[in-house]
């Protein structure tokens, strides 16, 4: 299973940033993905969730997000999205999608990652 993000950037404070991940399978098919999640990863600090959806459209966030950031999902397409408004200096990190659980046609996935994009925000 393979999960890719992209739509990381440098942007100033204040502005906003739209994060995809989409998840796919070399020679199969995936067929459901449970819950999924952004994690981030701040220089000299531990990862943290920033915000979790199930399958049914069920999120939350952290604290330090709620309110500016929107986790979305497209079951369909595979696809997991964070929409990031008003972003701040200390959303500075870099960002990683996760899925709990994949249903596919090799077997089922557990705790799938991407590889992480970049978020840089400025003053």
């Known amino acids: 299973v393979q999960l890719v993000e992209s739509g990381g950037g440098s942007v100033q404070a204040g502005g906003s940033l739209t994060l995809s991940c989409a998840a796919s399978l070399s020679s199969g098919v995936i067929f459901s993905i449970g819950d999924m999640r952004w994690y981030r990863q701040a220089p000299g600090k531990q990862r943290e969730m920033v915000a979790t959806i199930d399958i049914g459209g069920v999120s939350d966030y952290a604290p330090s997000v709620k309110g500016r950031f929107a986790i979305s999902r497209d079951n369909a397409k595979k696809m997991l999205y964070l929409q990031m408004n008003n972003l701040k200096t200390e959303d500075t990190a870099v960002y990683y999608c996760?899925?709990?659980?994949?249903?596919?046609?090799?077997?089922?996935?557990?705790?799938?990652w991407g590889e992480g994009t970049l978020v840089t925000v400025s003053s």
């Open positions: 996760n899925a709990d659980r994949l249903g596919t046609s090799r077997g089922p996935r557990y705790d799938a």
